[in-house]
């Protein structure tokens, strides 16, 4: 079945954006907001917010977490030129890892012009379990709670989650797991799985599980020993796909390849998987979601049939080269810090989500692209070319370079890199060094 490119279909306003895309990365930074206020990323508010070092008050992280001595400020960029499900997004990206944006802008550039990016996601429950560490007859213990299993829902809904069940979502099955003791005794689990709607759900589902403990216990017989909600949520999986359109055979054989060597190998699987993860947390981060319970949850998926794979396969389907994305992303739109902090309601406003399951979708596609671009430099010029050539400003500060002196000293660290194929902070601090001491020679002869 033909593909359309993402261009055949996109309507105005989506043409628009990513015409003000263009050239984006050569603008000065102020350039660069104006472009995003054009489009609708940004108000000018946002931006006098951001000119002014996006000032937060103390108070406010007082009230998310403990001891509170300030802030520790990262700098935040914007992914360009992704087009997901036939909309144009300007993605906010939280991250210090030199190359990470423009890798995956890259991509989504090369993606716009060659194929198409589409998701979307099967299922909608997130997990709670509440383990029972010994118990004496688990047939029994099951028979019990599945005989009781709808009034402990219709319970939970009315007492615990009925502003979930407002919102369509509430707790709608419990099941019951058996695990075989090292010791030879059996092992109780009870899942309670509800639709958290819009919230990324660890409060509520935490809630219902302590909440259903007396309960299971007056129910059965048996000890309750812990409660706690699951990252490994395998019931509501975010999947991703990305088609890319007569691509050069040669190209695409290597890519599938170096997608096989991490679905074969773990030590592979395990850099492969933070590569899609570049893609993924600096969103979660920018958006103030739990980017621990996702990579968390990513990496038990990843590991789940008893080995550690990785969790994107790229494969050729006629001339096409086709990837795939798959793995639990929970993550919410409300609540929390998402709710509270001022830059993470500027970055859901940036793309324009209103719901936790298109800012999942939107993860899940811009890590796809991220381990798309990865691969296809690991297979081609290799990974140093790119990701050293933009981590030579870094270095270049970081030897104590000043504003004067670092174009001729990233120009000296760019001819080193394309001699030797290698870069290192020696490197710029030599280079620096014989500046200084050149210039300080003309000074004295002057």
Known sequence: ????????????????????????????????????????????????????????????????????IGYFPMSMGVATNFVIDGKAYAIPMVVEETSIIAAASKSAKWLREKGKITTEIFGTNIVGQIQLGRVRDFLAFKSKVQQAKEKLIESCNNEVAK???KRGGGVNDIEVRHI??????????????ADPCDAMGANIMNQLCEYMKPRIEALTGEQVTMCILSNLVDSKVTR???????????????????????????YRAATNNKGVLNGIDPILIATGNDWRAVEAGIHAYAARGGQYRSITRWYREQNNLVGVFEAPIVLGVVGGVTTLHPIAKMSLRMMGIESASELSRVCAAVGLATNLAAIKALTTVGIIEGHMKLHIQNLTIGAGAKEK?????????????????????????????????????????N
């Open 163 to 165: 502003g979930l069940v």
């Open 405 to 445: 002196e670092i174009p001729m000293v990233q120009k000296k660290l760019e001819e080193i890199l394309m001699l030797t194929k290698r870069i290192s902070l020696h490197n710029a601090v030599e280079v620096l060094r014989e500046l200084r001491s050149k210039n300080e020679s003309l000074t004295h002869s």
């Open 1 to 68: 079945m033909e593909t359309k490119l993402e261009g055949e279909s996109l309507s105005p306003k989506n043409r628009e954006i990513l015409e003000l895309f263009n050239g984006f990365s050569k603008l000065e930074r102020f350039d660069r907001l104006k472009r995003l206020v054009q489009m609708g990323a940004l108000t000018l508010d946002d931006v006098a917010f951001l000119e002014e070092g996006s000032p937060v008050e103390l108070d406010l992280a007082e009230k998310f977490i403990e001891n509170v």
């Open 240 to 266: 991703a796909k990305i088609v890319v359109r007569d691509i050069d055979q040669e190209l695409a054989e290597k890519i599938v390849e170096g997608s096989l060597f991490a679905q074969l190998d773990p």
């Open 180 to 193: 075989k003791r090292p010791d030879g005794g059996d092992m109780g689990v009870v899942h309670v799985l």
